[in-house]
């Protein structure tokens, strides 16, 4: 069920929240103050926040600016409940992109109705409906925000390897279940080791990414590592896991042992110099991506160091407007990997030549 955020400072009107909000089944967090909101919207954003405008502090239209200009808020469902119903305090919620308005007092199911309809939405325009997390709008978001700030930061690249064979065995449910797994370890181990400015993304499939900062990437990557290895192999039947590979039939109707899927990342920095554009980042981070998936703990850092490296395409092309201005575009094509011939000055798709390559190895 949904976490909601309920920012009132009359601990009266609060606790009548969090008591009909919780026989709902909702889990509430409550707090009195601006400041405290953003930051817990931040540490853990909820699904959904009902905010007062008269707050100590800063008040809700502060609280609501912060929360749009951050990319790990700025989709969070925000309902405004106010004493304040005249027309100029409701045209200027909206004005700061409040989602509704009602008037206190209110009617307890025209609130819940409310809410439900904008959980509803939210969900069919910006999150994954797998796995509940922000999905490629917001991550092109998180990323352009990173790229337009000063401070040092790593953007680990998570991918699942030999995921279509074990999708083909044991069933697209049995898939989706490895794919929600590998989000709620992201999820978890970011909010338990990382900091309030973290963002966890899933880009589409089995891609997900991680911006955090260089302090923090190794120790998550390790744990992410260490964790999907020991939970993942509950999705295997005994057997497979014991032989260490899954028992199918190629695509010739001969019995074949795939690989037990692994978890690669490519972690990607600015620590040694600023990448100029999205692209260049996603480019960076497919070849971290496919370092990782080559090496011997399926964990690739690279800091990008000189521009030769990354074709001048991938360097200076702005974002076209189709993905920064809508939800629209496939959000699996915001990292695909793309390299530069050394034969040729056409771009290949990278992800295509090795799943081909893949494919040619196992089917013949």
């Known amino acids: ?29 409550s707090t009195r103050n601006g400041e405290d909101a953003v930051q817990i919207a931040l540490r853990e954003p909820p699904h959904l ?15 609501i600016r912060r929360l749009r200009n951050h990319p790990k808020t700025m989709h969070i469902p925000i309902i405004v409940l106010s ?33 439900r309809r904008q959980l509803r939405r939210v969900q069919q325009s910006f999150l994954s409906p797998l796995t509940g997390l922000p999905g ?6 998180a990323i352009n925000y990173k790229l337009n700030s000063r401070e040092p930061w790593s953007i680990l690249y998570l991918d ?13 449910l049995a898939g989706n279940d490895m794919i929600l797994l590998v989000g709620q370890i992201c999820q978890r181990l970011v909010h338990q080791l990382g900091g309030t400015e973290d963002f966890v993304g899933h880009i589409g499939g089995d891609d997900f990414v991680i911006v955090t900062s260089p302090s923090r990437a190794k120790t ?16 295997y039947l005994p057997e497979d896991l014991e032989r260490g590979s899954i028992s199918g039939l190629d695509r010739k ?5 795939f690989p037990l899927v692994s978890l690669s990342i490519g972690v990607v920095n600015n620590q040694l110099r600023r990448p100029h554009s999205i692209q260049e980042i996603s480019y960076l981070a497919a070849e971290a991506k496919r370092n990782a998936k080559q090496s011997t703990d399926n964990i690739f850092y690279l800091s990008p160091h000189m521009d030769c490296g990354v074709p001048t395409r991938a360097r200076h092309t702005p974002v076209p407007p189709s993905i920064s ?30 799943i081909a390559e893949y494919e040619s190895q196992i089917y013949g």
Request: negative net charge.
């Open 1 to 29: 069920m949904a976490n909601i955020l309920v920012v009132e400072d009359e601990l009266q009107i609060a606790r009548m929240l969090k008591e009909t909000l919780e026989i709902e089944g909702y889990q509430v967090i």
């Open 49 to 63: 926040i009902l905010l007062d405008i008269m707050l100590p502090g800063i008040d809700g239209y502060e609280v």
């Open 83 to 115: 004493a304040l119903g005249d027309t100029d305090n409701k045209v200027r919620a909206f004005e700061w992109d409040a989602d509704d308005f009602i008037t206190k007092p209110f009617d307890t199911d025209e609130l819940l109705s409310r809410m």
């Open 136 to 141: 490629g709008l917001q991550v092109v978001r």
């Open 160 to 172: 699942l390897d030999n995921f279509k064979a074990f999708n083909d065995v044991y069933g697209f």
């Open 220 to 235: 998550l990557c390790t744990r992410i590592m260490d964790c999907y290895k020991e939970e993942s192999a509950a999705l």
């Open 253 to 257: 109707g001969r019995p074949f042992q």
């Open 325 to 354: 201005n809508t939800a629209s575009r496939s959000s699996a094509s915001l990292f695909s990997y793309t390299y530069a011939s050394p034969n040729t000055d056409h771009l290949y798709s990278g992800d295509d030549e090795m």
